[in-house]
């Protein structure tokens, strides 16, 4: 499992170019487009197309060749193999057959890109492509937005502009994204907004939506051991102007908390009022 340059050619490890150098064959997504990676090193191969409409016969055929002794190479047009690219169908297959498989680590868009990001360090959830369709890709930000975690997306060029609507209406316009394209081309570029402003800085000009696109959104920020719940002030408001019993019954009421809890909470604020009276 080699990884290959996500942009720029010369992003390879001396490993990954030396094995693919002694493969019997190398097992490409895209043949055009490895053939030109191997062009630039001068390299030389036996290409192969598995990509993600013949993975699964093309697997057969690699265990089949890995029987016989041949050394298999696979690589992705772009980036680590089996990472939202083929590739896992042939390592499942090869593993269940008994055949070591050895990964040659190299470039990956998405850790590029939250290298460059600026979002605070933290834990991050790689959600790869979301649904091409708009309801589905609603649902799939809505199972997201909630969490505490770093959103990094991968999007195509002509859904771009819709993936960022979408995510601004279900995430929240607040939150800030990072949307890079180009990575280590010519034209990269990396642009950092609300989500709220990103559709239309995508639209102000053609060139900014042209690329394959990482999306890089803050995930919802954790709480801190000190703030108290949304239902607090609520409560506050409503001990100032009704007896302690009444007021636990209506906020809990209005905001959906636990009795024990506002309930507790309330006894607390009550002596708290009680100890600043004359």
């Known amino acids: 499992m080699v990884a290959t340059p996500i942009g720029n050619l010369e992003d390879i490890s001396s490993r990954a170019l030396d094995?693919?150098?002694?493969?019997?064959?190398?097992?490409?997504?895209?043949?055009?487009?490895?053939?030109?990676?191997?062009?630039?090193?001068?390299?030389?191969?036996?290409?192969?197309?598995?990509?993600?409409?013949?993975?699964?016969?093309?697997?057969?055929?690699?265990v089949e060749e890995l029987a016989r002794g041949k050394n298999i190479a696979l690589v992705t047009d772009a980036g680590t193999p089996a990472v939202s690219d083929p590739g896992a169908t042939v390592v499942?297959?090869?593993?269940?057959?008994?055949?070591?498989?050895?990964?040659?680590?190299?470039?990956?868009?998405?850790?590029?890109?939250?290298?460059?990001?600026g979002i605070a360090d933290g834990p991050f959830?790689?959600?790869?492509?979301?649904?091409?369709?708009?309801g589905p890709r609603r649902k799939a930000l809505e199972a997201l937005g909630p969490l505490p975690y770093t959103l990094v997306l991968y999007e195509a060029p002509h859904r771009v502009v819709e993936c960022v609507e979408d995510m601004a209406t279900t995430l929240g316009a607040e939150r800030t994204v990072v949307i890079a394209r180009e990575l280590t081309k010519l034209f990269e570029q990396l642009h950092r907004c609300r989500l709220g402003d990103a559709a239309a800085w995508l639209g102000?000009?053609?060139?900014?939506?042209?690329?394959?696109?990482?999306?890089?959104v803050e995930g919802v920020a954790a709480p801190s051991k000190n703030a108290k719940p949304d239902w607090d002030g609520v409560l506050?408001?409503?001990?100032?102007?009704?007896?302690?019993?009444?007021?636990?019954?209506?906020?809990?009421r209005l905001t959906g908390a636990k009795k024990n809890t506002v309930y507790a909470r309330a006894?607390?604020?009550?002596?708290?009022?009680?100890?600043r009276d004359p």
Do not use: M, Y
């Open 19 to 62: 094995s693919l150098s002694r493969a019997d064959v190398i097992a490409a997504e895209d043949t055009r487009v490895t053939a030109r990676l191997l062009a630039h090193h001068r390299l030389q191969g036996k290409l192969v197309a598995v990509h993600e409409h013949n993975e699964r016969r093309a697997a057969d055929w690699i």
């Open 267 to 275: 006894l607390e604020l009550a002596r708290e009022i009680n100890s």
């Open 125 to 134: 959830l790689f959600a790869g492509f979301l649904p091409a369709k708009p």
């Open 236 to 252: 506050a408001a409503l001990l100032s102007e009704l007896p302690l019993a009444q007021a636990v019954k209506l906020a809990c």
């Open 92 to 117: 499942a297959r090869a593993r269940a057959a008994g055949f070591k498989v050895v990964p040659i680590p190299g470039p990956n868009a998405a850790v590029t890109a939250l290298s460059a990001a």
């Open 204 to 216: 102000a000009d053609a060139d900014r939506r042209r690329g394959e696109f990482v999306l890089i």
